[in-house]
């Protein structure tokens, strides 16, 4: 199913190792010390390199590091156990505030079904009790002599 893998003969190449050559090293003369007055910072400094320049500049007062802030007395431990009580309460009162939010909620939802209740009972109310235009049901008008019980008209 796959093809038998072709023998390669490896390629000959001449191969040159190159040494590293190692240099020697440079002589340096001492460098002349150039005179300062004893006791006094110049405003501007010259030093004398190795290989016999002169750098001129200004002198740069030393950096001071900062001061170390003063450690706190309370353990890093008790500082996080605080601010996760801080953030316990936090959630409780969230949950507290929730428990309340359900709670006018379930009360609103249950004024809402008696509201319902109550106008849908007086309309049922109104409607079995009204003497408007019945087509059916036991009429009885005496002066005039209308009986409408089994259907006798007379």
Known sequence: MYPEPARHVPAE??????????????????????????????????IVLPDGRVVTGYAINPARPEPVAAKSHVSRAALNIAL?????????????MLTAFITALTALISQLITLAAVIFGGWIAVQVFSTRGHGGGTTVNIRKAIFKRNHFNG
Do not use: D, K, N
């Not at 040159?16 to 340096?28: G, N, R």
């Not at 003369?29 to 007055?37: I, K, R, S």
């Not at 801080?86 to 949950?95: K, M, N, S």
């Open 13 to 46: 190449r001449a191969v040159t190792v190159h040494q590293p050559t190692p240099l020697a090293p440079a002589v340096v003369a001492p460098a002349p010390l150039v005179p300062v007055q004893p006791g006094t910072i110049p405003s501007v400094a010259s």
């Open 84 to 96: 996760g009580g801080v953030g316990f309460l936090a959630v409780c009162g969230g949950l507290l």
